[in-house]
């Protein structure tokens, strides 16, 4: 006795799913059913206008869903006013050179060659000899500390340093030529306020903290030999990220990095 199966051989199209979301647009989702065959054999075809596919095909019927991505193209819309995505604050290890600490940031230029030039002569001498003999009598702490820093060859620290960043999705209105502004620039934290908008107020408050807690006393300095430039203790501020979104909108991405910085190199805004 042999059995009979009836039925349709080829490819349905069972299931149509959209979504929208302010980040991502609209998005659809179609899925089609059939044999493995026939599924593998309208792959080739589908390819050609969905943004994403996938086949599970572990028996001798298959499922394709083929997925449409971001609606980039399409008009924007009359909103007029920015949204605001997120703020973030965090903090970042970086690793610094020994001479920009801020305790060695009390010794001169003249005392930090002579202890660099006290350590390469006690690295130079046989192990046996005794590296303190190369010690000055009237060197201070900060001198004497950085002297067996430098016998041991570690010229380096870790630091940390804060970053402030805002993401947020822009209207078409919105310039690139005012993301731009003050790009490479040292900006207050009442500068940042006033241009983007208030933190949030445990933001806001962490900032505070910040300011009030890791500034240093070098703050406000003029260079050595230039009393035309300063060392500040502000936020500089990255080129920001753009990425087209959904209705004609865009996603900014800004970086404010909270350190000492020459101001030879870093004008303020």
Do not use: C
């Not at 660099?116 to 009237?138: L, N, Q, V, Y």
Request: glycine share 6%; aromatic share 12%; hydrophobic share 40%.
């Amino acid at each position: 006795m042999s059995a009979v199966f009836k039925g349709y051989n080829g490819v349905t199209r069972n299931r149509e799913r959209f979504t929208w979301s302010k980040t991502d647009g609209w998005q659809s989702q179609v899925t089609y059913e059939g044999s493995r065959l026939h599924i593998l054999g309208i792959a080739g075809n589908v390819s050609q206008w969905a943004d994403e596919l996938s086949i599970d095909a572990d028996g001798p019927t298959a499922t394709l869903t083929a997925r449409v991505g971001r609606d980039v193209t399409g008009a924007a819309d009359n909103a007029a006013t920015d949204v605001v995505t997120s703020w973030n604050l965090q903090s970042n290890e970086v690793q610094r050179d020994l001479r920009e600490a801020t305790i060695v940031r009390g010794l001169t230029e003249t005392q930090i060659v002579a202890v660099e030039r006290a350590a390469t002569s006690a690295k130079a001498h046989t192990a046996s000899e005794d590296a303190s003999t190369f010690i000055d009598a009237g060197w201070n702490t900060t001198q004497k500390n950085l002297f067996w820093f430098f016998v041991r060859d570690q010229f380096n620290f870790l630091d940390h340093e804060f970053v402030l960043s805002k993401t947020e999705l822009v209207t078409s209105y919105y310039t690139v030529g005012v993301s731009m502004a003050g790009v490479g620039k040292l900006w207050t934290s009442t500068q940042i306020v006033a241009a983007e908008g208030a933190l949030p107020d445990a933001m806001a408050a962490s900032v505070t903290s910040i300011a009030a807690s890791t500034t240093p006393s070098t703050d406000g300095d003029a260079m050595p030999n230039d009393s035309s430039n300063y060392w500040y203790y502000r936020w500089l501020k990255k080129a920001p990220n753009i990425t087209q979104t959904s209705g004609g909108k865009f996603e900014r991405s800004t970086e404010w990095w909270l350190a000492l910085w020459p101001t030879w190199l870093y004008p303020t805004y």
